[in-house]
């Protein structure tokens, strides 16, 4: 899967010239927390995040009047406080690489550009209803998780094992272990019951970890 299967777009973006209070009031309106910044020929200059528009305030607050504080707030624009070093992919990026991107520079969401322009954007809510269909969270079925044996043609075995005995494989997902030698596997199977779906793969695994219906 590529981001931009699963991608948002049309993206909304701002200018850097817009006021912090105007952009603050558009992310609550359009329900988003971050906003692309694009020069007038639209390519991409910065980026603005909700929690950057939060804690943005003058440092000498405490002392001026509530009239003062909301002129110097509508006065400070998106370009004062948005961030300049932007970390964007293409639309070509396979999912799991944009997943590993913002996982280890902690942040929680990444534009999509084509040729410096944005056509879309990828967040960790994009990202967690990927993960709710890989495992098949919303499917009703058996949910088995196992340990078997991180060995070549480990995984056909299951999987023909869970066919022959009638079994429809609706998701699966394979996860690091509880060592070097095995891995992590959870299955959702609709067609069969939990003690057919057991009997069918116990050969075949080092360890049932967890077994049971789901709806």
Same mark, same amino acid.
Not at 123 to 148: C, Q
Not at 174 to 183: A, D, L, P
Not at 191 to 207: C, T
């Given at each position: 899967?590529?981001?931009? /299967?699963?991608?948002?777009?049309?993206?909304? %973006?701002?200018?850097?010239?817009?006021?912090?209070?105007?952009?603050?009031?558009?992310?609550?309106?359009?329900?988003?927390?971050?906003?692309?910044?694009?020069?007038?020929?639209?390519?991409?200059?910065?980026?603005?995040?909700?929690? $950057?528009?939060?804690?943005?305030?003058?440092? $000498?607050?405490?002392?001026?009047?509530?009239?003062?504080?909301?002129?110097?707030?509508?006065? %400070? &624009?998106?370009?004062? #406080?948005?961030?300049?070093?932007? =970390?964007?992919?293409?639309?070509?990026?396979?999912?799991? /690489?944009?997943?590993?991107?913002?996982?280890?520079?902690? #942040?929680?969401?990444?534009?999509?550009?084509?040729? $410096?322009?944005?056509?879309? =954007?990828?967040?960790? &809510?994009?990202?967690?209803? #990927?993960?709710?269909?890989?495992?098949?969270?919303?499917?009703?079925?058996?949910?088995?998780?196992?340990?078997?044996?991180?060995?070549?043609?480990?995984?056909?075995?299951?999987?023909?094992?869970?066919?022959?005995?009638?079994?429809?494989?609706?998701?699966?997902?394979?996860?690091?272990?509880?060592?070097?030698?095995?891995?992590?596997?959870?299955?959702?199977?609709?067609? =069969?019951?939990?003690?057919?779906? /057991?009997?069918?793969?116990?050969?075949?695994?080092?360890?049932?970890?967890? =077994?049971?219906? &789901?709806?």
């Amino acid at each position: 899967m590529l981001v931009k /299967e699963r991608m948002s777009r049309p993206v909304i %973006t701002i200018h850097p010239d817009l006021p912090m209070q105007d952009a603050l009031n558009l992310m609550h309106k359009e329900k988003i927390r971050r906003l692309p910044v694009i020069e007038k020929q639209g390519r991409l200059i910065g980026i603005v995040s909700e929690n $950057d528009l939060l804690h943005a305030s003058p440092s $000498d607050a405490t002392s001026l009047s509530v009239w003062e504080l909301n002129y110097l707030l509508h006065k %400070t &624009t998106v370009a004062q #406080i948005m961030t300049t070093n932007v =970390i964007s992919i293409s639309e070509d990026t396979p999912i799991e /690489e944009a997943a590993r991107i913002m996982a280890d520079n902690k #942040i929680g969401g990444l534009t999509v550009v084509r040729e $410096d322009k944005v056509v879309g =954007i990828i967040t960790e &809510t994009d990202l967690f209803k #990927i993960f709710l269909e890989m495992l098949g969270a919303r499917e009703s079925g058996i949910r088995l998780a196992a340990l078997v044996p991180d060995e070549a043609g480990e995984l056909s075995q299951l999987t023909t094992a869970i066919f022959n005995a009638g079994g429809n494989i609706l998701a699966l997902g394979t996860f690091m272990g509880e060592s070097s030698e095995n891995r992590e596997v959870t299955i959702k199977v609709s067609g =069969i019951n939990a003690h057919q779906l /057991e009997n069918a793969i116990n050969p075949f695994v080092d360890r049932v970890l967890d =077994i049971r219906s &789901t709806h």
